[in-house]
């Protein structure tokens, strides 16, 4: 059974506002989307970016077309002069000067305003192509394949609707606006944070290179040919390992020296594939995927996308709508129990919500109040493992918040990933500053005592952990909101806490496959590819900071919490959509082999031998002479380059904290508030550093907390 969106237009998280998007980019208009607020969007017809895909992202904006850009359009300057929020793309020649301290305006580029590509309006593809995207998407032997996907515009368009909330917070408590960048690579950037904790340490690599759909840590890990499609198989131990083998009649690779640990099945990636798809390869895709699941290993169907992604999880959760003119559009992916974003609003009367903002701006007067941070006073208690939770806390870091990370008396899983330095991971490192780490192990009362006087003294609660299982420990969020009604519960999974497959395993890479993306990457051989970053998780946690801002926004209003199910399976499937009703999507690019790697051209080029001519050329000769002939053209970096070029360094996205154990590895965040800028000062904890500490302030507080009415069954740690 379904479980379709209320008829019933949902309360709005954001108070009334109205935004102005001037921004031609598709960041600005994804941007304007997600805000769920009065959006009217500005567009120039005739312009490449967010037009040619308007009719998608622009779902539930009024649209104002006009025929040219011009300096002196009256009716554009008096809306974005009334506006409270205002999204341009100054690169590509969108300019606006606030009328008062009061507005908040957001300008998202491709690379920002300072460094040596400042101005440059680099598309998508381009930026994938300079920060080391590009260069790890395909199989380890072949050449690099562009997602068609503008996931950097993606990522893009939700951290600036995050900064515009947080900048909106901001505003609320002291009456002043600001000034807000979201450059494209800066978001390419941290979008490669997994890889990039291999260049941190004693252990840390020189490059990365493709590896297709395995994984540099885990095998099996890949994509194989069903009977009538495509299956993948994502093994997380020796243990799932060893469920596979038995459902293969495969016990004599069980018990093989050369397979028994991880270490040993990726020294043997070839082998264990061929092992794999001779099981896969004799039955049907729905069969291979009920087997793995009954026996708890993450897989799933390669999700074709046919006028939109055919996945049921989907359908039952209502992702998939039809607009006014009948084209499929996708559902808003913040899934909120009290405030669910919008996806089509009726039409507004411009001129009635100028007025209305102009005159509700004026009435408006700034405090006294120096401005703070957006989350100064707020406590974030995260319970999670891997990149999803951790990431998203980590931006609630910079923003201000006391962040407390809850680990088991083992730690949190992640931190034992290789590369390793003074015993933690690189990893772990990078994912993890700014937070306090306290040790809880939940399978004692004693313990989850203490988490429930946590709750009763914080506001958010984040955690990634597989649905229900900490329902089982007594904290559903019915058993939460009794002890702190004001908490906002926030849960990120695969597939939603409310699905059609509870309890089912997934990885990235499941996610990826099971929201059609893979379906739209190919290798030149036909086989779907997922993305070399793990972009399923940094779009997830991305997605929930946007969720958890706006419904801290709500409360206080109402003075409730709300409970938030992020399916990563939405946020990807959302992310598809220029794919949709049989849109031309690919982008008119492609990737050239020279001397030294490869350079992606932008521009009409389809002479055979002027590419033959440029094989034995560098990359940088490569791109002079074919700027020079006029084309449009970037060398495809790889990412030890991307992190040690001049932009990346004058961007200041990585630097090094310190603590007492000596100094650390932090990357910055993806961006730029003017009056209250985030800020990492902390370096990632040692296990369990601040235990006593918080557990000290917390029994000063003596905050009465209910006691569970029973004691919960409990299992072992999903």
């Given at each position: 059974m379904s479980s379709p969106r209320s008829a019933k237009p949902p309360d709005a998280a954001l108070p009334p506002i109205l935004v102005v998007e001037l921004g031609q980019r598709v960041g600005a208009s994804v941007c304007g989307a997600l805000l769920g607020a009065t959006v009217i969007a500005v567009e120039d017809k005739g312009q490449c970016g967010k037009s040619r895909f308007s009719e998608q992202l622009c779902?539930?904006?009024?649209?104002?077309?006009?025929?040219k850009r011009c300096a002196d359009d009256s009716f554009t300057c008096n809306i974005a002069s009334a506006a409270d929020v205002v999204i341009l793309s100054s690169d590509s020649g969108d300019v606006f000067v606030t009328t008062d301290d009061t507005q908040i305006v957001c300008d998202v580029t491709a690379c920002g305003s300072s460094g040596?590509?400042?101005?440059?309006?680099?598309?998508?593809?381009?930026?994938?192509?300079?920060?080391?995207?590009?260069?790890?998407?395909?199989?380890?032997?072949?050449?690099?394949?562009?997602?068609?996907?503008?996931?950097?515009?993606?990522?893009?368009?939700?951290?600036?609707?995050?900064?515009?909330?947080?900048?909106?917070?901001?505003?609320?408590k002291s009456g002043v606006g600001q000034s807000i960048e979201v450059a494209l690579y800066d978001c390419g950037f941290t979008a490669m944070s997994s890889l990039l904790a291999r260049f941190f340490g004693p252990e840390a690599t020189s490059d990365i290179g493709r590896i297709g759909n395995r994984h540099g840590l885990s095998s099996p890990w890949n994509v194989y040919r069903a009977a009538d499609g495509w299956v993948q198989i994502c093994t997380g131990s020796d243990d799932q390992w060893q469920r596979l083998c038995t459902l293969m009649k495969r016990e004599d690779l069980a018990?093989?020296?050369?397979?028994?640990?991880?270490?040993?099945r990726v020294a043997n990636n070839s082998a264990v594939d061929v092992a794999v798809q001779a099981w896969v390869g004799a039955q049907s895709v729905d069969d291979c995927v009920a087997a793995l699941t009954a026996a708890s290993i993450a897989g799933g169907a390669i999700v074709p996308v046919d006028q939109y992604p055919r996945e049921p999880n989907l359908d039952y959760r209502g992702m998939i709508c039809r607009s006014s003119a009948g084209a499929y559009v996708p559902a808003s992916?913040?899934?909120?129990?009290?405030?669910?974003?919008?996806?089509?609003?009726?039409?507004?009367?411009?001129?009635?919500?100028?007025?209305?903002?102009?005159?509700?701006?004026?009435?408006?007067?700034?405090?006294?109040?120096?401005?703070?941070?957006?989350?100064?006073?707020i406590r974030v208690l995260e319970i999670g493992h891997y990149t999803t939770a951790p990431a998203a806390a980590r931006m609630f870091a910079a923003l201000g918040a006391d962040v407390i990370k809850i680990e088991p008396p083992e730690g949190e899983a992640s931190r034992a990933w290789p590369p390793i330095d003074r015993g933690q991971s690189t990893f772990y490192t990078v994912t993890n500053s700014g937070k306090r780490s306290v040790v809880l192990d939940l399978d004692h009362a004693d313990s989850r005592d203490r988490l429930r006087a946590m709750i009763a003294q914080s506001d958010v609660l984040i955690e990634n952990l597989k649905p229900g299982a900490l329902a089982k420990r007594g904290f559903a969020y019915d058993n939460i909101a009794?002890?702190?009604?004001?908490?906002?519960?926030?849960?990120?999974?695969?597939?939603?806490?409310?699905?059609?497959?509870?309890?089912?395993?997934?990885?990235?890479?499941?996610?990826?496959?099971?929201?059609?993306?893979?379906?739209?990457i190919r290798a030149a051989d036909g086989t779907p590819l997922k993305t070399g970053i793990s972009v399923a998780d940094v779009m997830g946690a991305s997605v929930a900071v946007v969720a958890v801002l706006a419904a801290l926004e709500e409360r206080e209003r109402s003075g409730r919490g709300q409970t938030i199910d992020l399916s990563m399976q939405d946020i990807m499937a959302w992310a598809t959509q220029i794919a949709w009703n049989r849109v031309?999507?690919?982008?008119?690019?492609?990737?050239?082999?020279?001397?030294?790697?490869?350079?992606?051209?932008?521009?009409?080029?389809?002479?055979?031998?002027?590419?033959?001519?440029?094989?034995n050329l560098s990359r940088d000769d490569t791109v002079s002479r074919l700027r020079a002939m006029g084309h449009r053209v970037v060398a495809v970096v790889r990412p030890a380059e991307m992190m040690a070029a001049e932009h990346t360094v004058k961007r200041g996205l990585y630097f090094q904290l310190v603590d007492e154990r000596g100094q650390w590895p932090s990357l910055g965040v993806p961006m730029r508030l003017s009056r209250t800028p985030p800020r990492i000062e902390r370096a990632s904890p040692a296990l369990g550093r601040d235990t006593a500490a918080v557990l000290e302030t917390l029994a000063a507080r003596s905050v009465v907390v209910p006691k569970a009415a029973t004691s919960p069954t409990l299992q072992a740690n999903p």
């Amino acid at each position: 059974m379904s479980s379709p969106r209320s008829a019933k237009p949902p309360d709005a998280a954001l108070p009334p506002i109205l935004v102005v998007e001037l921004g031609q980019r598709v960041g600005a208009s994804v941007c304007g989307a997600l805000l769920g607020a009065t959006v009217i969007a500005v567009e120039d017809k005739g312009q490449c970016g967010k037009s040619r895909f308007s009719e998608q992202l622009c779902a539930g904006k009024l649209r104002w077309r006009r025929s040219k850009r011009c300096a002196d359009d009256s009716f554009t300057c008096n809306i974005a002069s009334a506006a409270d929020v205002v999204i341009l793309s100054s690169d590509s020649g969108d300019v606006f000067v606030t009328t008062d301290d009061t507005q908040i305006v957001c300008d998202v580029t491709a690379c920002g305003s300072s460094g040596p590509l400042s101005g440059q309006p680099f598309s998508d593809v381009e930026i994938q192509a300079l920060t080391g995207i590009l260069h790890t998407n395909g199989l380890p032997h072949g050449m690099p394949v562009q997602c068609p996907i503008p996931i950097v515009e993606y990522l893009a368009g939700i951290n600036a609707a995050a900064a515009i909330i947080a900048a909106l917070r901001v505003r609320r408590k002291s009456g002043v606006g600001q000034s807000i960048e979201v450059a494209l690579y800066d978001c390419g950037f941290t979008a490669m944070s997994s890889l990039l904790a291999r260049f941190f340490g004693p252990e840390a690599t020189s490059d990365i290179g493709r590896i297709g759909n395995r994984h540099g840590l885990s095998s099996p890990w890949n994509v194989y040919r069903a009977a009538d499609g495509w299956v993948q198989i994502c093994t997380g131990s020796d243990d799932q390992w060893q469920r596979l083998c038995t459902l293969m009649k495969r016990e004599d690779l069980a018990h093989n020296s050369n397979f028994a640990s991880s270490v040993g099945r990726v020294a043997n990636n070839s082998a264990v594939d061929v092992a794999v798809q001779a099981w896969v390869g004799a039955q049907s895709v729905d069969d291979c995927v009920a087997a793995l699941t009954a026996a708890s290993i993450a897989g799933g169907a390669i999700v074709p996308v046919d006028q939109y992604p055919r996945e049921p999880n989907l359908d039952y959760r209502g992702m998939i709508c039809r607009s006014s003119a009948g084209a499929y559009v996708p559902a808003s992916p913040l899934r909120m129990s009290r405030t669910p974003g919008r996806t089509l609003t009726d039409p507004i009367d411009v001129d009635r919500a100028t007025a209305e903002a102009a005159a509700k701006r004026a009435r408006g007067k700034a405090s006294n109040a120096a401005p703070i941070a957006p989350l100064a006073g707020i406590r974030v208690l995260e319970i999670g493992h891997y990149t999803t939770a951790p990431a998203a806390a980590r931006m609630f870091a910079a923003l201000g918040a006391d962040v407390i990370k809850i680990e088991p008396p083992e730690g949190e899983a992640s931190r034992a990933w290789p590369p390793i330095d003074r015993g933690q991971s690189t990893f772990y490192t990078v994912t993890n500053s700014g937070k306090r780490s306290v040790v809880l192990d939940l399978d004692h009362a004693d313990s989850r005592d203490r988490l429930r006087a946590m709750i009763a003294q914080s506001d958010v609660l984040i955690e990634n952990l597989k649905p229900g299982a900490l329902a089982k420990r007594g904290f559903a969020y019915d058993n939460i909101a009794e002890i702190n009604p004001r908490t906002v519960y926030c849960g990120i999974s695969g597939f939603g806490a409310d699905s059609r497959y509870p309890g089912r395993p997934a990885f990235d890479t499941v996610v990826q496959g099971m929201s059609g993306l893979m379906d739209l990457i190919r290798a030149a051989d036909g086989t779907p590819l997922k993305t070399g970053i793990s972009v399923a998780d940094v779009m997830g946690a991305s997605v929930a900071v946007v969720a958890v801002l706006a419904a801290l926004e709500e409360r206080e209003r109402s003075g409730r919490g709300q409970t938030i199910d992020l399916s990563m399976q939405d946020i990807m499937a959302w992310a598809t959509q220029i794919a949709w009703n049989r849109v031309d999507y690919a982008p008119d690019s492609q990737v050239i082999s020279v001397a030294d790697g490869e350079v992606l051209v932008t521009s009409a080029f389809d002479s055979a031998e002027l590419a033959t001519s440029l094989k034995n050329l560098s990359r940088d000769d490569t791109v002079s002479r074919l700027r020079a002939m006029g084309h449009r053209v970037v060398a495809v970096v790889r990412p030890a380059e991307m992190m040690a070029a001049e932009h990346t360094v004058k961007r200041g996205l990585y630097f090094q904290l310190v603590d007492e154990r000596g100094q650390w590895p932090s990357l910055g965040v993806p961006m730029r508030l003017s009056r209250t800028p985030p800020r990492i000062e902390r370096a990632s904890p040692a296990l369990g550093r601040d235990t006593a500490a918080v557990l000290e302030t917390l029994a000063a507080r003596s905050v009465v907390v209910p006691k569970a009415a029973t004691s919960p069954t409990l299992q072992a740690n999903p």
